[in-house]
């Protein structure tokens, strides 16, 4: 998307009353660019476990579930691990979307004990389905393809830190400058959060903390 920045740039110098609306991982960086954050779907993030069907996270869970197996129920004993899996994926969409792939083979208890191991039962064989939404890592991927060597070497480091960090913080433990932090934040790595504090989404946490053991930066 970012090659046709030029595109979008020739279309509203030549026709000014044209609005682009685009999606994307990281900002076009254009002058006349007006930036809206997406979150991901709401998610019970509490003990009210009774409510959790009213999240549109679990709902998507479970029409996605339904269309790989049409019989599949909720009961309140899986109330709790169905809310698990939508608070690991942090309401992503797509995350949410692979992990009720799986309700064929394994109960709610079993996929969101692998996916608090890691991010790789997040994968489909659906052929109709584009190849970087096939699998979370290889949306990741993608990402870690197009970042700078400090942008990597800072995003990994950051995923030591669990329930979020401050600017101090990384400047001191990921050798992070603000130059490299908002570079960071424009690919959508690294989100702002209340309290001048920070967070990374739990998925893209588990890659960079893969990517950090791979670099032999962990210990």
């Known amino acids: 998307l970012l090659d046709g920045a030029t595109l979008v740039t020739d279309i509203l110098q030549a026709a000014s009353q044209v609005k682009v609306l685009a999606t994307s991982r990281e900002k076009l960086n254009l002058r006349g660019e007006t930036v809206f954050l997406l979150s991901g779907l709401k998610f019970l993030d509490d003990d009210s476990l009774e409510k959790v069907l009213e999240y549109d996270a679990a709902q998507l869970f479970i029409e996605s579930a339904r269309r790989t197996r049409p019989d599949f129920e909720t009961r309140p004993n899986d109330f709790d691990y169905l809310a698990h899996i939508c608070r690991l994926a942090e309401g992503l969409p797509l995350g949410i979307e692979l992990a009720a792939g799986w309700v064929d083979v394994l109960s ?14 997040l994968e489909t064989e659906l052929r109709d389905i584009p190849e ?14 197009r970042m700078t060597g400090g942008e990597r070497a800072v995003f990994s480091r950051l995923s030591v830190f669990r329930g979020g960090f401050t600017l101090a913080a990384a400047q001191v433990i990921a050798g992070a400058n603000t130059h490299l932090f908002r570079r960071l934040a424009q690919k959508a790595l690294i989100q702002s959060e209340a309290n001048e504090r920070f967070g990374i989404h739990e998925l893209l946490r588990q890659f960079g903390e893969e990517k950090l053991w791979q670099a032999a930066e962990a210990e």
Not at 132 to 145: A, C
């Open 132 to 145: 970087r939404h096939r699998s979370i890592r290889t949306t990741f991927e993608r990402t870690w393809q």
């Open 108 to 121: 709610l208890k079993q996929i969101a004990t692998e996916l608090q191991q890691g991010i790789d039962i």
